[in-house]
């Protein structure tokens, strides 16, 4: 991942990585999660700085830990 992106868009896009490996749509995601189809979509493209708890959920809907997905993004 390239590390001259913002944090924000790198977690973004390891989110839509995990996603896309379910085959997942960003509304199946966002039913999982609980959190609002936007929201996911402002996520994945690192428009919004989620929060903690919000990253847990989204990881627990994806079946990962919030851990794995910082990794993927690099941080």
Do not use: C
């Amino acid at each position: 991942m390239d590390k001259r992106l913002a944090p924000e868009k790198r977690i973004g896009m390891a989110i839509r990585a995990k996603r896309s490996e379910k085959d997942w749509s960003q509304e199946q995601l966002s039913f999982e999660s609980g959190l609002h189809r936007t929201y996911i979509g402002a996520v994945e493209r690192g428009e919004k700085n989620l929060t903690l708890k919000n990253l847990v959920r989204i990881a627990k809907a994806l079946d990962a830990l919030a851990s794995d997905i910082m990794v993927t993004a690099g941080l």
